[in-house]
């Protein structure tokens, strides 16, 4: 059911108007890199790149999921539950996606860049923790989904493209 809802209507007219904005932003995708890369120092982007990665989400999934069972508080284990299923769907889709695009990284070090797995997996979260708590915990969430796009760009690793791809 989650991929179905994934392709409804809604979400594609969303998807189509990230699409649109990362082709029009492709023209800029290095200069974007770049500026990106001349504003984070040593270690500025690290927690970004931890945060976003698929391990430290699925763990924050399923812990979530156990302290809400351990705690028998069935709204924190249905959130941890939701944040499971939203890395599983989006992580389907992205990685087919990259298969597919072949698209190679700004450090050209693999043909994995399009998109932004990193940007999927913390946005997925951020979209779990505005749903399901509201705007006072989405709006940081998101924030933080950010945070995650600008450090795959600051590591070298992402386009500006990829990155809004990941983010829809």
Known sequence: GDLHRM????????????????LAATHWDRVAVGEVREIGGPGVFTPGNQYGSLVTQLGLGFGTFAVGKATGNSRIATTGSHLIRAQIASQIVVQGLKYTAGRSRPDASNQR??????TASAFATATVLQRDFGWKVGIPAYAAAVYVAASRMGSNKHFLGDVLIGAA
């Open 7 to 22: 392709f409804s209507k809604g979400s594609l007219s969303m998807a189509f108007a990230f699409a649109g904005t990362a």
């Open 113 to 118: 860049s399009f998109p932004s797995g990193h």
